[in-house]
């Protein structure tokens, strides 16, 4: 007799029928485990919610008053016939890897990582399985980050150089997650740091949480923009260049994405300055991360998924493709849109050398998440 697997991929999202419970839904369920509080993994219009302690205040946040439990990384849960457990992800503060054992056979959903420590999220924890689900924001060996400390050291140094020229820095960050990692790595001795609401919004949830952040100064209609020249504003990618941020007069604008890695992504965004900065797994990691699980089974959801998965399976993985309704990193809704074609070149008959593969941005084969009220300018990450 074959046993029915942990996991299926449905419609609505990742299922377990021993359990009864979606994971990362994205259409309404009665009960739903959210790996992180992104809006492509945690919606609105779920019976019940489950994540980590640490995630529960920003999905609260933008998700209102919803029946929200939490749970301890480690505390294991029964759910029917099926044990459930959250581990690090490293992604963003709170996020987690889903473990979820039927019968001795243990599968895990990882919703979006990165295994490099950030200083701000809970460090990316390893979990052996038999089968595991991995994103592929970045799997081609083009992307490879560089060490933290000098992404830190360019956005200072950027920073400091804008300041004695009397400009604005103006740096593009979405507002869960990397806006605060990007605030924790300033130099605060440099000069003043400015927030946008939705930005500051979500500071403020996370030090209410007890994560420390460096002092900000929200950005309201009232502000007097010319009084601070030479400041750093941390905004969402969308607020550039408009309005908001021209009041600031003379400025200098950088973003920072994995996505800055490319250089046709560079150079089409309207900065000056790219900053390959990432809540993504790179190339190396991705693989790394899939050797640690120790697990057989590759189920590719999101990113260059079709490259990736055969890649895999020339590794000697059993590895397939699913279709999800997660997203990458995004730029903003503009850089969604674009209608790049993945990785075609490498897609002829014969060996994946993903090498050769072209390195654009993966189109996004989901419709944008509805935008939750809270947020503004960071759908899907
Ligand atoms: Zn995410
Ligand atoms: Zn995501």
């Known amino acids: 007799m074959t046993r029915e697997p ?48 640490a995630a529960g205040p920003v999905m609260r946040h ?48 990882s919703g979006d ?25 970045f799997g081609l060996p083009v992307f490879k980050w560089k060490p933290q400390d000098e992404v830190v050291a360019e956005i200072n140094e950027w920073w400091r150089t804008n300041r004695e020229a009397g400009r604005t820095s103006f740096i593009g960050a979405y507002s869960l997650g990397k806006a605060q990692r990007v605030l924790a790595s300033l130099d605060a001795s440099i000069g003043p740091i400015l927030t946008h609401g939705a930005v500051e919004n979500t500071n403020a949830v996370m030090r209410a949480q007890g994560i420390t952040l460096p002092d900000t100064v929200r ?32 400025a200098s604008t950088g973003f920072a994405s994995g996505w800055m890695a490319l250089r046709g992504i560079r150079r089409r965004r ?27 089974r590759i189920f590719v959801t999101h990113g ?11 590794q000697g993985y059993d590895a397939a493709v699913v279709e999800t309704e997660y997203e990458g990193e995004s730029l903003d809704a503009e850089a969604e849109a674009e209608p790049s074609e993945a990785n075609v070149s490498a897609e002829d008959e014969g060996k994946v050398d993903p ?9 996004s084969k989901s419709k944008s998440p509805k935008k939750n009220k809270n947020t503004s300018g960071d759908a899907g990450e």
Not at 220 to 249: C, E, Q, Y
Not at 306 to 311: E, M
Request: net charge negative.
């Open 62 to 109: 933008r998700l209102g008053d919803i029946a929200l439990e939490t749970v301890a990384y480690g505390e294991v849960r029964r759910i029917g016939d099926a044990s459930v457990s959250f581990h690090p992800a490293g992604h963003v503060p709170g996020s987690a890897q889903i473990r979820v054992e039927v019968g001795g056979e243990v599968w895990v959903a």
């Open 219 to 250: 950005v309201t209609p009232d502000l007097d923009a010319k009084a601070h020249a030479g400041a750093m504003v941390i905004a969402p990618p969308s607020a550039l260049g408009s309005n908001w941020s021209r009041r600031f007069g003379a």
């Open 270 to 296: 309207s900065g000056d300055r790219g900053f390959v900065m990432s809540d993504h797994a790179d190339w190396d990691e991705l693989n790394r991360a899939i050797a640690e699980t120790g697990a057989e």
């Open 355 to 363: 090498n050769e593969a072209v390195a654009t941005k993966p189109a």
């Open 6 to 53: 942990v996991l299926t991929f449905t419609e609505r999202g990742i299922y377990c029928p021993a359990g009864d419970f979606y994971i990362d839904p994205w259409r309404p369920v009665d009960r739903a485990l959210i790996t992180h509080g992104h809006a492509d993994h945690a919606r609105d219009g779920m019976g019940r919610y489950l994540a980590t302690h």
């Open 113 to 137: 990582y990165k295994t490099t420590p950030d200083g701000l999220s809970e460090a990316f924890e390893p979990v052996r399985c038999h089968a595991f689900i991995t994103e592929s924001t």
């Open 304 to 314: 260059y998924t079709a490259i990736f998965a055969r890649w895999l399976n020339e």
